[in-house]
């Protein structure tokens, strides 16, 4: 029977000891691992500022002060169990002994046990949860962010070796990669808490057992550990597969999940060609291959889960069948028989830890290498080679400006030109001869590129064929990339009359897929409207008209010279009418030549 008038302090010494020397072997085991392994500096690259207090922060504590909370809470779960397997002894020995006054105080005091245990899982489940969400926001903040910066998230397409599905790695990776590394943490440490405590529990019980003449001290120990490391190396050889075939779920229906959205974002051009025959082949390829998989998962999960089935029938019952000759010898307890059958279970239990943590900490390392591939690949895109820039300009300074395809074939070579503010040029030459990539260089998104580059401090605006609309209001549509309530009211309403927009007014502030809701014609001139709002110094028009008849684009441009007089305009255009609204062109030739000259005799006319 335990004594509760000492054993709160027992177990208060127990704590603190424990919990000192986790804490202390995690924090070695931890800094031994972040320098000496690949996956340990890919763990604190992504995790060491979060859990790093910064002086004059008090709040940049908090992920670390949790972490030490929730080692308590897992030290502490360790003991409950400890206890409780101690007090079922007493239980079991009362009943045995038909000891009523042991056997009520044993059920008392399980009820506390069983409460407490109770309170410490509600607990222990909201603090977990209230660390991984706020450590999956950070993370998540830091990645999107570092995916945005510098056009990564652009420019990444041009690197050596692009990366996939970065949609994937943001959403789902972010999300398992902060609570993977909790689950597994706590859990190692929670599995060798248990596994040292039940095997001295099993230790105190087991005793000498005759196997074919030869005596086995302290058998049940010897046994559990050889049952269990035999069981464990087989579970590895039956289930190792399980790890490349859960990794090619996850690829094979993000591909599945891709093929189908581009369908739906591509529907229009689909069913104007009919072309539902072919997708849905494509679509059924990328699902065979899924199903192909998933047959594989359930023909290897089977063999798998069948062996585990049968071993933790085996565990269900080995120690009472090794430690039965000692009851009937009346050598323990019934309370002690018991006590061996859960002591066995959880020294098994925390065994089978490692075993499932080897597959969990595969798929743990694949999740940090798409992260950490991610970061690399952001880092390669931003080193990509950008125009130079050379000190201010008021309007666009361009000085040898080699623009080439991703082959080295030239495009444009040695580009020489200055726009001055109010200053507008056309740039024409025939189709593929490089006049959106050349605007794609200036903007720095094109990385095959050489020469120097200056554009005015103030904003510059691309303006593109199909002009991108952001999801929300058409509001924030024709305010973009400016937030929505960046300007008043009734200049979006002048501007939308403008642009003869006129008739969306009282649809401003409507949330829809304007994208596919307004004509090309009418985000073209959302287009326009934006650069009269925004007012840039210096604007990019790239086929910005080409689906507009020329009384409208006419018009547009004669809207943009009047509002806006000192903003140069670069235009990108096939139509002769162009040259009338622009004084200088550039004419492309190909294989990087070009000329350039004036267009005024045009324009007067
Ligand atoms: N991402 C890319 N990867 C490889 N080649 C590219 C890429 N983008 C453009 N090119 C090639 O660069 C050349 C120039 O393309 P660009 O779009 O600049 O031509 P353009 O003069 O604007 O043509 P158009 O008048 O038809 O719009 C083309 O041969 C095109 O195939």
């Known amino acids: 029977m335990i004594d509760w008038s000492t054993e709160w302090y027992r177990t208060l010494l127990w704590l603190a000891g424990a919990y000192l020397l986790c804490a202390i072997g995690a924090f070695v085991l931890g800094v031994v691992l972040c320098?000496?392994?690949?996956?340990?500096?890919?763990?604190?690259?992504?995790?060491?500022?979060?859990?790093?207090?910064?002086?004059?922060d008090r709040s940049s504590v908090r992920p670390l002060?949790?972490?030490?909370?929730?080692?308590?809470?897992?030290?502490?779960g360790v003991r409950l169990s400890v206890l409780a397997s101690n007090n079922g002894n007493a239980l079991y020995t009362a009943?045995?002994?038909?000891?009523?006054?042991?056997?009520?105080?044993?059920?008392?005091?399980?009820a506390v046990l069983a409460l407490i245990a109770v309170a410490q899982a509600v607990?222990?489940?909201?603090?977990?949860?209230?660390?991984?969400?706020?450590?999956?926001?950070?993370?998540?903040?830091?990645?999107?962010?570092?995916?945005l910066s510098g056009t990564a998230y652009h420019r990444g397409r041009f690197i050596a070796e692009p990366v996939d599905n970065p949609e994937q790695r943001i959403q789902a990776d972010v999300s398992s990669f902060t609570s993977d590394t909790q689950t597994l943490v706590l859990g190692l440490i929670g599995a060798m808490l248990t596994l040292v405590s039940f095997t001295a529990i099993l230790w105190r019980l087991s005793g000498p057992v005759d196997v074919g003449g030869i005596t086995v001290p302290k058998a049940l120990v010897i046994i559990a550990y050889a049952f269990i490391?035999?069981?464990?190396?087989?579970?590895?050889?039956?289930?190792?597969?399980?790890?490349?075939?859960?990794?090619?779920?996850?690829?094979?229906?993000?591909?599945?999940?891709?093929?189908?959205?581009?369908?739906?974002?591509?529907?229009?051009?689909?069913?104007l060609y009919g072309g539902e025959g072919v997708e849905e082949g494509g679509l059924q390829t990328r699902f065979s291959a899924v199903i192909a998989?998933?047959?594989?998962?359930?023909?290897?999960?089977?063999?798998?889960?069948?062996?585990?089935?049968?071993?933790?029938?085996?565990?269900?019952?080995?120690?009472?069948?090794?430690?039965?000759?000692?009851?009937?010898?009346?050598?323990?307890?019934?309370?002690?028989?018991?006590?061996?059958?859960?002591?066995?279970?959880?020294?098994?239990?925390?065994?089978?830890?490692?075993?499932?943590?080897?597959?969990d900490f595969a798929s743990y390392r694949a999740t940090l290498d798409r992260l950490t591939g991610l970061l690399d690949a952001n880092a390669q895109a931003r080193a990509l080679p950008v125009p130079l820039r050379s000190g201010r300009s008021n309007g666009l300074e361009v000085e040898g400006l080699d623009v080439f395809r991703p082959g080295g074939?030239?495009?444009?070579?040695?580009?020489?030109?200055?726009?001055?503010?109010?200053?507008?040029?056309?740039?024409?030459?025939?189709s593929g001869s490089g006049k959106t990539t050349l605007l794609r260089g200036l903007a720095g998104l094109w990385p095959y590129v050489r020469g120097v580059v200056s554009r005015p401090q103030g904003q510059v605006v691309f303006c593109a064929q199909q002009p991108y609309l952001p999801l929300g209001t058409l509001r924030s549509a024709i305010t973009y990339p400016a937030p929505e309530d960046a300007f008043p009211d009734h200049a979006v309403r002048r501007v939308l009359a403008d642009v003869q927009l006129g008739h969306l007014a009282e649809h401003l502030d409507e949330t829809k897929d304007w994208m596919t809701t307004l004509s090309p014609g009418e985000r073209q001139r959302l287009?326009?409207?934006?650069?009269?709002?925004?007012?840039?110094?210096?604007?990019?028009?790239?086929?910005?008209?080409?689906?507009?008849?020329?009384?409208?684009?006419?018009?547009?441009?004669?809207?943009v010279r009047e509002r806006l007089p000192r903003t140069s305009v670069v235009s990108v255009g096939h139509r002769s009418s162009l040259g009338a609204s622009h004084r200088r062109e550039l004419v492309l030739l190909g294989q990087g030549a070009w000329t350039s000259g004036s267009l005024v005799r045009d324009s007067a006319s």
Not at 305 to 326: D, E, F, W
């Open 35 to 56: 320098r000496r392994t690949r996956f340990g500096r890919q763990f604190w690259r992504l995790a060491g500022p979060y859990f790093t207090p910064r002086r004059g």
């Open 65 to 76: 002060l949790t972490v030490l909370l929730l080692l308590f809470f897992t030290v502490f």
């Open 95 to 110: 009943l045995q002994e038909k000891d009523p006054p042991t056997f009520w105080r044993a059920i008392a005091a399980y």
């Open 123 to 147: 607990v222990v489940y909201y603090v977990s949860y209230l660390q991984t969400i706020r450590w999956r926001q950070w993370t998540n903040r830091q990645v999107v962010t570092d995916w």
């Open 229 to 271: 490391l035999v069981a464990t190396w087989f579970a590895i050889r039956i289930g190792r597969p399980l790890i490349r075939l859960n990794f090619l779920a996850e690829r094979l229906n993000a591909s599945y999940r891709y093929s189908l959205t581009r369908v739906r974002d591509n529907s229009e051009a689909i069913a």
């Open 293 to 359: 998989n998933q047959w594989a998962l359930v023909w290897r999960n089977l063999k798998f889960q069948g062996y585990n089935v049968l071993i933790s029938q085996v565990v269900g019952i080995i120690a009472v069948l090794v430690q039965a000759p000692r009851y009937f010898a009346g050598q323990i307890t019934f309370g002690d028989l018991t006590q061996s059958d859960t002591a066995f279970g959880n020294v098994a239990g925390s065994l089978s830890f490692f075993r499932n943590a080897y597959d």
């Open 409 to 430: 074939e030239p495009l444009v070579s040695r580009l020489d030109l200055s726009l001055v503010p109010g200053e507008w040029l056309l740039v024409r030459g025939r």
């Open 527 to 559: 287009a326009f409207g934006r650069v009269l709002l925004l007012q840039p110094d210096l604007v990019f028009f790239d086929e910005s008209t080409s689906a507009l008849d020329e009384g409208m684009e006419h018009a547009l441009y004669a809207l």
